[in-house]
């Protein structure tokens, strides 16, 4: 055996043979088979000018997973660095693991809504198409992305159903398994997975939903995991300006593994199970973002004390408002009324 190899197996504790260290790419299975690499780097937000070179940058450092959307409307870039980092042999397209997700006014046109997210992304499949809000929007509104009535209110889609939209992407999965290797959701609570569950004859791969210790949605997370489905958390750091950070409970945390706010706020979501996606057009937050830890009971529980003092809060709010029925409430996005 190689020295160097027999050294670092003699230097492993059975701990460590039988609970790996959470790396950035540790792969979680998903019920299709494939795996999702643990940490994604997100694009919302990420502006023109911008996503391009921090897409490179993080493919070069070593991210596998980037979270993409249509809504976004920064898709043509992220394809570009896609085509870069390809054609320069950095990666090869299959160790890539690319997500994007049917925006609410394509609810009608799967099809449609996948074939611009690949032209624009310059790649013949995602590994994650997503339905990014259980919610269909009026595809021939006033506005292509954010249609609204004339009293400003948002333009509801009310003729189909989000069970209607599952229906069209898993028609969608299965008359081009080329094109789309999974399909799962976004936001959805227990109320509208059981509905859809009801109706489905492919179980979602994944529900992306908002996910950190101020809110934590453990509901979802628990019924996601009894039905194999499996969580993405996204706005881990509490989105814009990364808020969490400061937070005195994050930060002892922190202290305690002597490491900064980011690793503790990512490795929550390892510990749980989940995949996380952090967004970031800063290289080196991109670099910093890339280290996780195993955190143990003690550091769960004092993360969970976290909104149990300070109670819940959502930093990301649906595109349509409170006027389609949201009620602002900490068990997830729940439209049905
Ligand atoms: N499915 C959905 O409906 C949905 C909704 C929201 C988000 N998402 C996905 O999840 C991704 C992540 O969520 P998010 O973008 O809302 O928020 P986030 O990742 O929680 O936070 C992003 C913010 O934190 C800053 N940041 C990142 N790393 C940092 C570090 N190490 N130190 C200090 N600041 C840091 C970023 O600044 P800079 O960029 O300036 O460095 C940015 O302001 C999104 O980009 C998107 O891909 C999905």
């Known amino acids: 055996m190689n020295p160097s190899l027999a050294n670092f197996i003699l230097k492993l504790s059975p701990k460590d043979i039988f609970n790996p260290k959470p790396t950035m790419n540790t792969a979680i299975p998903l019920n299709t088979g494939a795996t999702i ?3 994604g780097l997100g694009t919302w937000q990420s502006a023109p000018g911008e996503v391009k070179k921090a ?3 993080a493919i070069e450092g070593g991210y596998r997973h980037i979270d993409c959307a249509y809504c976004y409307q920064n898709e043509d870039e992220v394809g570009e660095a896609l085509q870069d980092v390809i054609s320069r042999g950095i990666v090869k397209r299959e160790d890539l693991f690319i997500t994007s997700k049917l925006w609410c006014t394509f609810h009608t046109r799967a099809e449609e809504g996948l074939q611009k997210s690949l032209d624009l992304l310059k790649t013949p499949y995602v590994d994650l198409y997503l339905m990014h809000w259980p919610v269909p929007m ?7 992305l954010f249609p609204k009535h004339a009293d400003g209110s948002r333009d509801i889609d009310t003729s189909i159903t989000h069970v209607d939209t599952w229906k069209n992407l898993e028609a969608l999965y299965q008359s081009h ?3 789309v290797k999974a399909i799962g959701v976004a936001n959805y609570s227990v109320k509208y997975l059981t509905k859809l569950l009801a109706h489905s004859t492919i179980t979602p791969a994944a529900n ?3 996910n950190h210790p101020l809110l934590p949605q453990q509901e979802i997370v628990d019924f ?3 039905k194999n489905i499996h969580i993405t958390a996204y706005s881990p750091l509490g989105s814009t300006g990364s808020p969490l950070f400061k937070d005195a409970g994050v ?3 922190a202290k305690k593994h002597n490491v900064g706010p980011a690793t503790v706020l990512l490795s929550y979501h ?4 989940s995949s996380v996606l952090a967004k970031s057009v800063t290289p080196a937050r991109i670099d910093e973002n890339r280290k996780l830890i195993t955190l143990d009971d003690g550091d769960l529980e004092a993360l969970e004390a976290i909104h149990k003092k300070n109670g819940v809060q959502r930093f990301v709010y649906p595109p349509f408002g409170v006027d389609a029925g949201f009620p602002d409430k900490p068990e997830g996005i729940d439209l049905s009324g």
Do not use: F, S, T, W
């Open 177 to 179: 398994p080329e094109k």
């Open 270 to 273: 390892l510990a749980r199970g």
């Open 37 to 39: 690499p643990a940490l």
């Open 224 to 226: 996601c995991k009894a």
């Open 55 to 57: 897409i490179i940058h």
């Open 251 to 253: 930060v002892d945390v």
């Open 208 to 210: 992306q939903i908002e």
């Open 138 to 144: 009026n595809p021939k509104g006033n506005h292509p």
